[in-house]
């Protein structure tokens, strides 16, 4: 089963994505695989990169 680890970048997780064809994974502990902290989404990424898009276009103005 694929997961993320939460000191995974989001560029790391979102190749990950792309060359498995998936759109979530559990994000888990190094350690303690059994120990779920979360699930990140595809769609996670893309609104947060929209957020900072947004805020650095209303920065410049």
């Known amino acids: 089963m694929e997961v993320a ?4 970048t989001l560029d790391a997780v979102l ?3 792309a060359s ?3 759109g979530r ?3 888990v502990d ?3 695989k059994t120990r779920l902290f979360s699930l990140i989404t595809r769609s996670d ?3 947060a990169y929209n ?4 805020e650095k276009v209303r920065d410049t103005y």
């Open 25 to 27: 994974l559990p994000v």
């Open 15 to 17: 190749k990950r994505f």
């Open 5 to 8: 680890y939460p000191d995974e």
């Open 45 to 47: 990424i893309v609104n």
């Open 51 to 54: 957020k900072k898009v947004v």
């Open 20 to 22: 498995k064809q998936i």
């Open 30 to 32: 190094r350690e303690d």
